[in-house]
């Protein structure tokens, strides 16, 4: 049976729905250049579409973006409030995802990596920033109280922390030590989370320690229980030791974090920040990213991490003294040259996506055999060869029995294109 019979026979009602469908969404080479072809071709559409043709339509728009992100939290989206929406705000979100010529454009927006343009805000545009935030709820919703970074979900199975302090910079307070902490340590433990991707919010990636905190704490160190009343040079010391172990163990949670961690950095990496992509798997920049131990500058030697991760990072001695002992700028083009950054990218947006779009590619492995992988490689980088080979002896004597081995195999061998479906773990 023809497709033209069913159309003329036996589903007639379909067929305007169809052609206004296909009419919608067809590209026409011939009519994309100065002008944007989406906005003419929004201006021309019909103004007495039928309202239950204009929602049909709108949901199958909102279902073929022609990328995952959008095809996701758009059809969602249309799903749980199109329905209800009055004309004013059907015509509103149709103006939305059909005038935007760059759908990576209407992502950003969303998840509020570009500002909004000044045409498109409105009550729509908010509903489905709001949305985007809470599309997955379950996954993210114990990342909710965060007060200085912020946890979203941009694909399955991969969490995005963003320092966000933009006022300050990105600079790290205790709160934001400590919430960097617990996160990493709640990341560590969700199952459904296989890969991390951690950016800053704002005109720069971190500016450091926020240092007048750090003086608001020292100041009031004289009345810390822990003194016993003291205020002598041993009671000083005692407190110093313990404000630096617990900043410390903040980036120790992002190396004890079983799930692989990529830094996409812009702007200022300064100090703190430094230590932060240290503690990190993999580091990518943008262009215009540049990079500073800059505790010798303020008096002090750095203490966080940079000094004990970053030479093995590098491994150029002669470099790493320099750069610790002289506080200078170091831009992103000689931090890839001599390792530090896996690439480079023209701008911040297309540098996050990176991140993201690697981050994806990890989590659709087998979260065993990364998991694993990370844990080896940090061991390996403590311990001599020898070490390394006998941990990997009695690691794999008990994940060679996983269900992943199995899955991942079978899906090599029948040379499978679909992603093999990992349990969580």
């Not at 949305?131 to 379950?138: C, I, L, R, T």
């Not at 996954?139 to 694909?155: F, K, L």
């Not at 920049?285 to 990072?313: C, N």
């Amino acid at each position: 049976m023809s497709i033209k019979y069913i159309f003329n026979n036996r589903q007639k009602s379909i067929v305007p729905l169809f052609q206004t469908i296909i009419r919608s969404c067809y590209f026409y080479p011939t009519d994309t250049g100065e002008g944007n072809f989406e906005k003419k071709h929004f201006a021309n559409r019909s103004k007495n579409e039928p309202l239950p043709q204009k929602k049909a339509r709108l949901i199958y728009q909102s279902r073929k973006r022609g990328m995952l992100e959008n095809d996701l939290l758009l059809s969602t989206f249309a799903d749980k409030y199109l329905a209800s929406m009055s004309q004013e705000e059907l015509d509103m979100y149709d103006r939305l995802i059909n005038t935007v010529s760059n759908d990576w454009d209407l992502y950003y927006w969303a998840v509020g990596t570009k500002e909004i343009p000044e045409e498109y805000r409105n009550s729509i545009m908010d509903k489905f920033s709001q949305h985007v935030k809470n599309v997955n709820p379950a996954y993210t919703s114990r990342y909710a109280d965060y007060e200085h970074i912020q946890v979203t979900a941009p694909h399955d199975h991969i969490l995005h922390v963003e320092l966000n302090r933009p006022d300050k910079r990105n600079a790290i307070n205790r709160d934001m030590f400590r919430e960097i902490s617990e996160c990493f340590s709640d990341i560590g433990a969700d199952q459904q989370c296989r890969a991390v991707v951690i950016s800053g919010a704002g005109k720069m990636f971190c500016s450091g320690i926020d240092y007048m905190d750090m003086l608001e704490q020292m100041t009031s160190m004289h009345s810390s229980s822990d003194a016993g009343g003291r205020e002598d040079v041993a009671a000083r010391a005692k407190y110093i030791r313990k404000t630096i172990v617990l900043l410390q163990n903040s980036f120790n949670s992002i190396v004890k974090c079983p799930k692989p961690v990529i830094a996409a950095i812009h702007s200022g990496c300064i100090g703190a920040g430094v230590d932060l992509i240290s503690a990190v798997d993999i580091r990518y920049a943008s262009k215009d990213a540049y990079f500073s131990i800059r505790e010798v500058a303020v008096g002090l030697a750095a203490d966080l991490g940079t000094l004990q991760r970053m030479p093995k990072l590098i491994g150029n001695d002669s470099v790493m003294r320099e750069l610790a002992y002289t506080a200078r700028d170091m831009q992103a083009d000689e931090a890839k040259e001599i390792g530090l950054l896996g690439k480079v990218f023209n701008d911040p947006n297309s540098c996050v996506q990176g991140a993201i779009d690697v981050a994806r590619i990890i989590a659709s492995r087998s979260p065993v055999a990364v998991q694993g992988t990370k844990v080896a490689l940090n061991y390996s980088r403590d311990h001599s060869e020898k070490d390394g080979l006998e941990f990997m002896q009695i690691w794999n004597m008990c994940m060679l029995q996983s269900e992943d081995f199995i899955i991942a195999s079978s899906s090599q061998a029948s040379k499978s294109t679909e992603e093999p479906p990992f349990a969580d773990f």
